[in-house]
């Protein structure tokens, strides 16, 4: 199975400043055939199922706000967020949909400062 | 606009079945391009992926080794819903169950409300 692994577990940071989460996955998930990244990024709030904020590494889904990016390539990714507002306090997971079986991180936890 | 509506018990007893529902709206089971999967989360695993049950002309299914033995997940094309089933279930299967299904992400970009199961006497 391809382990997923994030850093750091939990970090704070305060309003309108830059942050960035990081995944790292134990092999490569990009797949030459369509020549793209299966890497999916989820936010979660309490009480939520996660939500789908990037997929293909660094495809924003429509409606989330563009100070949200992915980057990355191969095992190694990260999850910016430009300019933190209070409502994206969550928990971030990154996952992999080369699979089968799909895997996620072990999760972010994003408080304000 | 996929949305998944789940229902079933949130108890349920040690060494029983543990049955939950997905009904789909704005998809259908029986796409050739979507998939429809259930997921688990507890403080303990994370989030655990569990299986998946998608149509590419044929009815194909893929499950995680760790339940592997124990759990079917079967479309209703009446209904157009699918279905978690999870046998012999023991206290460490208590969690939140997730479907979750679509074209997106391998059928990660949309998912249901979420259930508590109690595994328990």
């Known amino acids: 199975d391809i382990v997923m692994t994030q850093s750091p577990d939990s970090l704070a940071v305060s309003l309108g400043e830059r942050t960035t989460i990081n995944c790292k996955s134990s092999?490569?998930?990009?797949?030459?055939?369509?020549?793209?990244?299966?890497l999916a990024w989820f936010q979660q709030k309490p009480g939520q199922p996660p939500k789908l904020l990037i997929s293909?590494?660094?495809t924003r889904e429509s409606g989330v706000p563009d100070r949200f990016s992915g980057s990355g390539s191969g095992t190694d990714f990260t999850l910016t967020i430009s300019s933190l507002q209070a409502e994206d306090v969550a928990v971030y997971y990154c996952?992999?949909?080369?699979?089968?079986?799909?895997?996620f991180g072990g999760g972010t936890r994003l408080e304000i400062k | 606009q996929v949305q998944l509506q789940q229902s079933g018990p949130g108890l349920v007893k040690p060494s029983q079945t543990l049955s939950l529902t997905c009904a789909i709206s704005?998809?259908?089971?029986?796409?050739?391009?979507?998939?429809w999967n259930w997921i688990r989360q507890s403080p303990s695993r994370g989030l655990e992926w569990l299986g998946r049950?998608?149509?590419?002309?044929?009815?194909?299914?893929d499950y995680a080794v760790s339940v592997k033995s124990r759990v079917i997940i079967n479309p209703d094309t009446s209904k157009n819903q699918f279905s978690l089933q999870l046998k012999f279930v023991t206290p460490e299967d208590s969690a939140v169950y997730y479907c979750?299904?679509?074209?997106?992400?391998?059928?990660?970009?949309?998912w249901g409300q979420g259930i508590l199961v109690t595994v328990s006497s």
């Open positions: 704005g998809d259908s089971v029986s796409s050739n391009s979507a998939a």
């Open positions: 293909w590494a660094s």
């Open positions: 092999q490569t998930v990009f797949y030459s055939s369509n020549n793209k990244d299966h």
């Open positions: 049950t998608y149509y590419r002309s044929k009815w194909f299914n």
């Open positions: 979750a299904g679509g074209v997106a992400v391998s059928g990660f970009g949309s």
């Open positions: 996952q992999q949909y080369y699979g089968p079986p799909f895997t």
